[in-house]
Protein backbone atom coordinates (compact mmCIF):
# COMPACT_ATOMS: atom_id res chain seq x y z
CA UNK A 1 0.00 0.00 0.00
CA UNK A 2 2.74 2.37 -0.66
CA UNK A 3 0.13 4.73 -3.10
CA UNK A 4 -1.92 4.91 0.00
CA UNK A 5 0.71 5.41 2.32
CA UNK A 6 1.65 8.84 0.15
CA UNK A 7 -2.40 9.79 0.36
CA UNK A 8 -2.38 12.97 1.54
CA UNK A 9 -5.88 13.12 0.85
CA UNK A 10 -6.05 10.63 3.66
CA UNK A 11 -4.18 12.80 5.65
CA UNK A 12 -6.41 15.50 5.34
CA UNK A 13 -9.39 13.51 5.84
CA UNK A 14 -7.70 11.77 9.02
CA UNK A 15 -7.17 15.72 10.68
CA UNK A 16 -10.68 16.14 10.12
CA UNK A 17 -12.08 13.06 11.21
CA UNK A 18 -9.92 13.65 14.29
CA UNK A 19 -11.87 17.19 15.73
CA UNK A 20 -15.02 14.27 15.59
CA UNK A 21 -14.52 11.24 16.88
CA UNK A 22 -10.97 9.79 17.83
CA UNK A 23 -8.43 7.84 15.51
CA UNK A 24 -7.02 4.38 16.13
CA UNK A 25 -4.32 3.53 16.74
CA UNK A 26 -3.08 2.73 13.29
CA UNK A 27 -4.71 5.67 11.92
CA UNK A 28 -2.58 8.25 14.31
CA UNK A 29 0.20 6.22 13.25
CA UNK A 30 -0.61 6.24 9.89
CA UNK A 31 -0.97 9.93 10.15
CA UNK A 32 2.28 11.14 11.97
CA UNK A 33 4.10 9.04 9.66
CA UNK A 34 2.50 10.80 6.93
CA UNK A 35 3.18 13.75 8.32
CA UNK A 36 6.60 13.00 8.97
CA UNK A 37 7.19 12.05 5.27
CA UNK A 38 5.33 15.35 3.94
CA UNK A 39 6.30 18.49 3.88
CA UNK A 40 3.23 19.91 2.02
CA UNK A 41 0.68 18.22 4.95
CA UNK A 42 3.00 19.94 7.60
CA UNK A 43 2.62 23.04 6.06
CA UNK A 44 -1.49 23.01 5.74
CA UNK A 45 -1.74 21.28 8.98
CA UNK A 46 -0.70 24.91 10.45
CA UNK A 47 -2.17 26.81 8.17
CA UNK A 48 -5.52 25.26 9.02
CA UNK A 49 -4.83 25.37 12.85
CA UNK A 50 -3.81 29.07 12.49
CA UNK A 51 -7.45 29.72 10.78
CA UNK A 52 -9.43 27.90 13.39
CA UNK A 53 -7.51 29.66 15.88
CA UNK A 54 -8.96 32.88 14.02
CA UNK A 55 -12.24 31.31 13.38
CA UNK A 56 -12.99 31.20 17.68
CA UNK A 57 -12.58 34.96 17.24
CA UNK A 58 -15.68 35.10 15.55
CA UNK A 59 -17.71 33.35 18.51
CA UNK A 60 -18.56 36.84 19.45
CA UNK A 61 -18.93 38.78 16.12
CA UNK A 62 -19.04 42.21 18.19
CA UNK A 63 -15.22 41.45 18.59
CA UNK A 64 -14.23 42.70 16.14
CA UNK A 65 -17.31 44.78 14.22
CA UNK A 66 -15.75 47.96 14.94
CA UNK A 67 -12.91 46.82 12.62
CA UNK A 68 -14.58 45.64 9.95
CA UNK A 69 -18.10 47.94 10.07
CA UNK A 70 -20.37 44.94 10.51
CA UNK A 71 -23.34 45.01 9.22
CA UNK A 72 -26.70 46.06 10.84
CA UNK A 73 -30.17 45.93 11.17
CA UNK A 74 -31.73 47.68 8.42
CA UNK A 75 -34.12 50.77 9.89
CA UNK A 76 -36.85 48.82 8.38
CA UNK A 77 -36.20 45.66 10.67
CA UNK A 78 -34.93 48.21 13.08
CA UNK A 79 -38.63 50.11 13.15
CA UNK A 80 -40.66 47.04 12.82
CA UNK A 81 -38.80 45.29 15.48
CA UNK A 82 -39.32 48.34 17.44
CA UNK A 83 -43.10 49.07 16.85
CA UNK A 84 -43.40 44.67 17.35
CA UNK A 85 -42.06 45.14 21.02
CA UNK A 86 -43.93 47.99 21.86
CA UNK A 87 -47.11 46.33 21.04
CA UNK A 88 -46.34 43.60 23.68
CA UNK A 89 -44.80 45.69 26.11
CA UNK B 1 -14.22 41.31 24.56
CA UNK B 2 -10.28 41.40 25.04
CA UNK B 3 -7.98 39.83 21.96
CA UNK B 4 -5.04 38.46 23.53
CA UNK B 5 -2.32 37.16 21.55
CA UNK B 6 0.85 36.11 22.37
CA UNK B 7 3.67 39.08 21.12
CA UNK B 8 5.83 35.99 19.77
CA UNK B 9 4.42 33.05 18.27
CA UNK B 10 6.57 30.26 17.79
CA UNK B 11 5.85 27.89 15.08
CA UNK B 12 2.37 26.85 16.13
CA UNK B 13 0.95 26.76 19.36
CA UNK B 14 -1.49 24.27 21.16
CA UNK B 15 -4.88 26.16 22.76
CA UNK B 16 -2.89 26.34 25.70
CA UNK B 17 -0.32 28.41 23.97
CA UNK B 18 1.85 25.38 24.29
CA UNK B 19 4.56 25.58 21.70
CA UNK B 20 4.59 22.71 19.48
CA UNK B 21 8.21 21.92 17.58
CA UNK B 22 8.26 20.65 14.19
CA UNK B 23 10.14 18.15 15.31
CA UNK B 24 7.84 16.58 17.14
CA UNK B 25 5.83 14.64 14.36
CA UNK B 26 4.04 12.38 16.27
CA UNK B 27 2.52 15.27 18.55
CA UNK B 28 2.55 17.45 16.03
CA UNK B 29 -0.31 14.70 14.61
CA UNK B 30 -2.18 14.98 17.60
CA UNK B 31 -1.99 18.83 17.25
CA UNK B 32 -3.24 18.67 13.62
CA UNK B 33 -6.59 19.53 13.80
CA UNK B 34 -7.50 18.14 17.10
CA UNK B 35 -10.11 19.75 19.36
CA UNK B 36 -9.84 19.57 22.93
CA UNK B 37 -13.64 19.68 24.40
CA UNK B 38 -15.12 22.65 25.03
CA UNK B 39 -13.46 25.60 26.62
CA UNK B 40 -13.60 28.88 25.20
CA UNK B 41 -13.32 32.60 26.07
CA UNK B 42 -17.33 32.64 26.04
CA UNK B 43 -18.70 34.50 29.14
CA UNK B 44 -21.12 32.82 30.66
CA UNK B 45 -24.20 33.04 33.09
CA UNK B 46 -22.22 32.00 36.21
CA UNK B 47 -22.84 32.79 40.24
CA UNK B 48 -20.16 35.45 40.81
CA UNK B 49 -21.51 37.86 37.94
CA UNK B 50 -22.60 40.86 39.52
CA UNK B 51 -26.47 41.26 39.45
CA UNK B 52 -28.03 43.34 36.97
CA UNK B 53 -31.38 44.29 36.01
CA UNK B 54 -32.83 44.46 32.53
CA UNK B 55 -33.01 47.70 30.16
CA UNK B 56 -36.57 48.57 29.47
CA UNK B 57 -37.76 47.13 26.13
CA UNK B 58 -37.67 50.52 24.49
CA UNK B 59 -34.15 50.29 23.99
CA UNK B 60 -33.26 46.99 23.47
CA UNK B 61 -33.22 47.26 19.92
CA UNK B 62 -30.79 50.23 19.66
CA UNK B 63 -28.11 48.49 21.88
CA UNK B 64 -28.44 44.88 21.47
CA UNK B 65 -29.96 44.84 17.89
CA UNK B 66 -26.88 44.86 15.63
CA UNK B 67 -24.69 42.32 18.00
CA UNK B 68 -27.43 40.26 17.83
CA UNK B 69 -27.95 40.34 14.31
CA UNK B 70 -24.31 40.25 13.36
CA UNK B 71 -24.33 37.04 15.75
CA UNK B 72 -27.10 35.50 13.04
CA UNK B 73 -25.94 36.76 9.77
CA UNK B 74 -23.00 34.55 10.70
CA UNK B 75 -24.97 31.45 11.25
CA UNK B 76 -27.54 32.08 9.02
CA UNK B 77 -26.30 34.25 5.86
CA UNK B 78 -30.08 35.30 4.95
CA UNK B 79 -30.00 38.56 5.89
CA UNK B 80 -34.24 38.71 6.21
CA UNK B 81 -33.84 35.04 7.93
CA UNK B 82 -31.27 36.71 9.86
CA UNK B 83 -33.80 39.71 11.02
CA UNK B 84 -36.26 37.57 11.68
CA UNK B 85 -34.08 35.83 14.32
CA UNK B 86 -33.32 38.82 15.89
CA UNK B 87 -36.86 40.32 16.37
CA UNK B 88 -37.90 36.66 17.69
CA UNK B 89 -34.70 36.81 20.11
CA UNK B 90 -36.60 40.06 21.51
CA UNK B 91 -39.81 38.41 21.58
CA UNK B 92 -39.18 36.06 23.30
CA UNK B 93 -36.88 37.80 25.51
CA UNK B 94 -40.05 40.16 26.64
CA UNK B 95 -41.91 37.21 27.14
CA UNK B 96 -39.93 35.73 29.36
CA UNK B 97 -37.94 38.90 30.63
CA UNK B 98 -38.97 38.18 34.55
CA UNK B 99 -36.33 35.03 34.34
CA UNK B 100 -33.74 37.52 34.03
CA UNK B 101 -31.76 37.69 37.26
CA UNK B 102 -28.54 39.15 36.56
CA UNK B 103 -26.90 36.02 36.56
CA UNK B 104 -25.02 37.47 33.52
CA UNK B 105 -25.03 40.34 31.62
CA UNK B 106 -28.49 40.84 29.72
CA UNK B 107 -26.67 40.93 26.02
CA UNK B 108 -25.27 38.00 26.85
CA UNK B 109 -28.32 36.43 27.96
CA UNK B 110 -30.32 37.43 24.71
CA UNK B 111 -27.10 35.94 22.88
CA UNK B 112 -27.90 32.83 24.94
CA UNK B 113 -32.16 32.93 23.49
CA UNK B 114 -30.58 33.67 19.94
CA UNK B 115 -28.75 30.66 20.03
CA UNK B 116 -31.68 28.47 20.83
CA UNK B 117 -33.43 30.26 18.23
CA UNK B 118 -30.82 29.27 15.74
CA UNK B 119 -30.49 25.70 16.40
CA UNK B 120 -34.49 25.56 16.50
CA UNK B 121 -33.74 27.23 13.05
CA UNK B 122 -30.75 24.78 11.90
CA UNK B 123 -33.12 21.72 12.80
CA UNK B 124 -35.98 22.74 10.65
CA UNK B 125 -34.00 23.93 7.55
CA UNK B 126 -31.68 20.86 7.12
CA UNK B 127 -32.91 18.24 5.58
CA UNK B 128 -30.77 15.29 5.17
CA UNK B 129 -30.28 13.75 1.72
CA UNK B 130 -28.87 10.86 2.28
CA UNK B 131 -26.14 9.08 4.02
CA UNK B 132 -23.54 9.30 1.77
CA UNK B 133 -22.54 12.35 1.12
CA UNK B 134 -22.64 13.38 -2.74
CA UNK B 135 -18.81 14.26 -4.26
CA UNK B 136 -17.07 17.80 -3.88
CA UNK B 137 -15.83 18.91 -7.29
CA UNK B 138 -13.87 21.34 -5.58
CA UNK B 139 -12.35 19.54 -3.05
CA UNK B 140 -11.84 16.62 -5.62
CA UNK B 141 -9.24 18.93 -7.50
CA UNK B 142 -7.37 19.61 -4.91
CA UNK B 143 -5.67 16.29 -5.42
CA UNK B 144 -4.64 14.30 -8.44
CA UNK B 145 -5.66 10.34 -8.72
CA UNK B 146 -2.68 9.42 -6.39
CA UNK B 147 -3.93 11.74 -3.66
CA UNK B 148 -1.36 14.18 -3.45
CA UNK B 149 -2.11 17.66 -3.40
CA UNK B 150 -2.24 18.93 -7.02
CA UNK B 151 -0.71 23.04 -5.88
CA UNK B 152 1.46 22.55 -3.35
CA UNK B 153 0.05 25.18 -0.47
CA UNK B 154 1.59 28.77 -1.15
CA UNK B 155 3.66 29.78 1.88
CA UNK B 156 1.96 32.58 3.95
CA UNK B 157 3.75 35.97 4.54
CA UNK B 158 2.12 36.02 8.30
CA UNK B 159 0.37 34.01 11.19
CA UNK B 160 -3.59 34.58 10.60
CA UNK B 161 -3.83 34.44 14.13
CA UNK B 162 -1.82 37.74 14.22
CA UNK B 163 -3.20 38.87 11.23
CA UNK B 164 -6.90 38.71 13.38
CA UNK B 165 -6.27 42.04 14.84
CA UNK B 166 -6.66 43.13 11.46
CA UNK B 167 -10.70 43.84 10.66
CA UNK B 168 -9.72 43.13 7.23
CA UNK B 169 -8.40 39.73 7.11
CA UNK B 170 -11.30 38.78 9.28
CA UNK B 171 -13.89 40.42 6.93
CA UNK B 172 -11.93 38.15 4.28
CA UNK B 173 -12.70 35.06 6.66
CA UNK B 174 -16.06 36.21 6.89
CA UNK B 175 -16.95 35.90 3.09
CA UNK B 176 -14.66 32.95 2.80
CA UNK B 177 -16.83 31.44 5.36
CA UNK B 178 -20.47 32.55 3.74
CA UNK B 179 -18.51 31.25 0.26
CA UNK B 180 -18.97 27.68 1.56
CA UNK B 181 -21.45 25.53 0.53
CA UNK B 182 -24.28 25.55 3.20
CA UNK B 183 -24.18 21.82 4.84
CA UNK B 184 -20.19 22.52 5.27
CA UNK B 185 -20.75 25.75 6.62
CA UNK B 186 -23.15 25.07 9.11
CA UNK B 187 -20.98 21.92 10.44
CA UNK B 188 -17.82 24.72 10.54
CA UNK B 189 -19.48 27.02 12.75
CA UNK B 190 -20.94 24.45 14.46
CA UNK B 191 -17.99 22.63 15.53
CA UNK B 192 -15.11 25.56 15.15
CA UNK B 193 -16.56 28.53 15.78
CA UNK B 194 -19.28 27.99 18.31
CA UNK B 195 -17.29 24.63 20.13
CA UNK B 196 -20.14 22.65 20.25
CA UNK B 197 -19.34 19.24 20.91
CA UNK B 198 -19.04 16.54 18.11
CA UNK B 199 -22.14 15.07 19.17
CA UNK B 200 -24.65 17.55 19.99
CA UNK B 201 -24.05 18.96 16.41
CA UNK B 202 -24.70 15.50 14.89
CA UNK B 203 -27.95 15.69 16.53
CA UNK B 204 -28.89 19.14 15.56
CA UNK B 205 -27.70 18.74 11.80
CA UNK B 206 -28.91 15.22 11.57
CA UNK B 207 -26.03 13.70 10.67
CA UNK B 208 -23.62 10.72 11.37
CA UNK B 209 -20.40 11.28 12.32
CA UNK B 210 -18.84 10.20 9.28
CA UNK B 211 -21.14 12.97 7.18
CA UNK B 212 -19.80 15.32 9.32
CA UNK B 213 -16.28 14.90 9.37
CA UNK B 214 -16.28 14.52 5.65
CA UNK B 215 -18.27 18.03 5.58
CA UNK B 216 -15.78 19.54 8.05
CA UNK B 217 -12.71 18.06 6.22
CA UNK B 218 -14.25 20.01 2.79
CA UNK B 219 -14.80 23.18 4.78
CA UNK B 220 -11.58 23.07 6.21
CA UNK B 221 -9.78 22.45 2.66
CA UNK B 222 -12.05 24.93 0.88
CA UNK B 223 -11.71 27.68 3.54
CA UNK B 224 -8.05 27.47 3.46
CA UNK B 225 -8.05 27.64 -0.35
CA UNK B 226 -9.98 30.76 -0.45
CA UNK B 227 -7.77 32.30 2.15
CA UNK B 228 -4.94 31.41 0.11
CA UNK B 229 -6.55 32.82 -3.27
CA UNK B 230 -8.04 35.96 -1.67
CA UNK B 231 -5.62 37.02 1.11
CA UNK B 232 -2.32 35.52 1.42
CA UNK B 233 -2.39 35.17 -2.86
CA UNK B 234 -2.44 38.83 -2.97
CA UNK B 235 1.01 40.78 -2.50
CA UNK B 236 -0.55 43.89 -1.23
CA UNK B 237 -2.37 42.36 1.43
CA UNK B 238 0.59 41.21 2.86
CA UNK B 239 1.13 43.33 5.93
CA UNK B 240 4.93 42.23 6.73
CA UNK B 241 7.65 40.71 4.50
CA UNK B 242 10.11 39.89 7.85
CA UNK B 243 11.26 36.13 7.99
CA UNK B 244 10.94 35.52 11.50
CA UNK B 245 12.19 32.24 12.73
CA UNK B 246 9.52 29.94 12.20
CA UNK B 247 6.61 31.14 10.37
CA UNK B 248 5.39 29.35 7.79
CA UNK B 249 8.67 29.85 5.21
CA UNK B 250 9.72 26.42 5.72
CA UNK B 251 9.18 23.84 2.92
ZN1 LIG C 1 0.82 14.85 2.39
Redesign the interface.
Known amino acids: MK??F?????A??L???????ALSRGE?IW??MH??AC????????????????????????????????????DE??R???S???D?? | MTIALPEHRPLAMDRTGKAISEGDFFSFALFYGKRHPVKSGRPTCGPNACAASAPSPELWVGQFGDRLYRFALLRVPDRSAAEELVQETFLAALKDRESFRGQCEFATWLVGILKHKLIDHLRKTTRQTSLSETPDETVDEMFNRLGHWRNPPASWAADPAELAIQGEFLATLQVCLAALPEQQRQALILRMIDEEPAEQVCKILNLTPTNLWVRLHRARLRLRLCLENKWFGHPVARPRSGTRKGTAHEA
Not at chain 1, 6 to 10: A, E, I, L, P, V
Not at chain 1, 15 to 21: D, R
Open positions: LNMSCRRSEAAKQCITRLGLLAACRKIGLQISAIEQTLRLLQEPDATHEATGGPQLSSRRIQVLART
